[in-house]
């Protein structure tokens, strides 16, 4: 099995600016994408970006210029840098892996979520 431990929750100013971590360790035979959904009080989850084993990056359309993922293929960690900080950030962050536990192993997981609060 897979564990995504995720780190990096704060309460920031806006303006201001916070890295978020995620760490997958277990079964891992390869990732193929990694990266950190959010979810604000009443709205859906959506994604806010991700990285493929490639190396390609999507980011929503609301972080773009603002925030970088980026990847340690080395660690199998990914890190999500959070700049220029909006109220309308705040939300729970999970960090998602979808992961080759073998060859032929496929499966998508996800952490127990990280609490941004930007305050104004």
């Known amino acids: 099995q897979v564990q995504l431990v995720e780190s990096g929750r704060g309460l920031v100013q806006a303006g201001g600016f916070l890295r978020l971590s995620c760490v997958a360790s277990?079964?891992?035979?390869?990732?193929?994408?990694m990266g950190w959904y959010r979810q604000a009080q009443g709205n859906q989850r959506e994604l806010v970006a991700r990285?493929?084993?490639?190396?390609?990056?999507n980011y929503a359309d609301s972080v773009k210029g603002r925030f970088t993922i980026s990847r340690d293929n080395a660690k199998n960690t990914v890190y999500l840098q959070m700049n220029s900080l909006k109220p309308e950030d705040t939300g729970v962050y999970y960090c998602?892996?979808?992961?080759?536990?073998?060859?032929?192993?496929?499966?998508?997981?996800w952490g127990q979520g990280t609490q941004v609060t930007v305050s104004s």
């Open positions: 277990g079964s891992i035979f390869s990732i193929h994408a």
């Open positions: 990285v493929l084993n490639g190396g390609s990056r």
């Open positions: 998602n892996a979808l992961v080759y536990s073998g060859a032929y192993r496929l499966n998508d997981y």
